[in-house]
C-alpha cells in the first residue's frame, strides 16, 4: 500500500455558513465519506482547515525570514481539509478521489507520498 495526500480546494467565497441547511449537507456528506474510507481501512489522517485568512505564509530568503498572513496566493482557492489514505495504487487513489465531496464543488489535489 501507498500513501496518498488528498489536498481539496474549493472557492471560499461559495461555501456554504455554518448553520445553514447546506452547510449540514456538506458536514453529512464528509462524514459519509470519512465513515467509508475507515470502513475501507484506507483512512490515515485528515481533517478541515479553518478559513483561509486564518494562514500564513513564511520564506526565509538570505538568512531573513519574512511571513504573510493569509494564502500564499490571493487568488489561490481555499484549502479547506486534507486527508491522508493508504491506496494500493493511483488507479485507486484516482477512486477515492472521485468519492470525496470537494471533487464536487471543487478540486482534489492528489499525491503520492515519498516513504523512506
Known sequence: MAKYLFLQYVDESKAPRPG???MDAVVNAFAEYHAEITAAG???DGDPCQPAAAGFST???GGSASTTDGPMHAQSPWLNGYFVLDCAD???AQRWAERNPAAHAGTVE???ILTF
Open 110 to 112: 492528489v499525491h503520492p
Open 90 to 92: 493511483r488507479a485507486e
Open 20 to 22: 445553514t441547511p447546506e
Open 42 to 44: 484506507a483512512f490515515r
Open 59 to 61: 520564506e526565509v530568503r
